[in-house]
Nanobody, 126 residues
Framework: QVQLMESGGGSVQAGGSLRLSCVVS?????????MGWFRQAPGKEREGVAA???????????AYADSVKGRFTISRDNAKDTLYLQMDSLLPEDTAMYYC???????????????RGQGTQVTISS
């Protein structure tokens, strides 16, 4: 069984920063290879934001949506079983519920990851 718990959401003005965290709990039989973040705004489809895959050297195993490239940074601290999303230069269109997701597979397709958290709200005001 895999459990994900996000934190760090909040309300900031445009141009500000937030850092999301996701703590991962797994049983002894499941190893999480790939993790990521997706978001969903009211009335919009889910959007994969960023993903990170262990064991891939190219770009540190990371991938980003074009909409956040250069502004968001995903990272993973295995010693703390925690995934991070550093969000800088935030825009009003970044407003959404942000979800952490994980999979034992090697993949950047975060929308297909089977394990998901409950989400944390991010609101950016102009």
């Amino acid at each position: 069984q895999v459990q994900l718990m996000e934190s760090g959401g909040g309300s900031v003005q445009a141009g500000g920063s937030l850092r999301l965290s996701c703590v991962v709990s797994t049983d002894t039989t499941t190893y999480i290879t790939s993790m990521g973040w997706f978001r969903q705004a009211p009335g919009k489809e889910r959007e994969g934001v960023a993903a990170i895959v262990e064991g891939i050297d190219e770009d540190g195993g990371t991938a980003y949506a074009d909409s956040v490239k250069g502004r968001f940074t995903i990272s993973r601290d295995n010693a703390k079983d925690t995934l991070y999303l550093q969000m800088d230069s935030l825009l009003p269109e970044d407003t959404a519920m942000y979800y952490c997701a994980a999979t034992p597979a090697y993949s950047h397709d975060v929308l297909k990851f089977p394990y998901r958290g409950q989400g944390t709200q991010v609101t950016i005001s102009s």
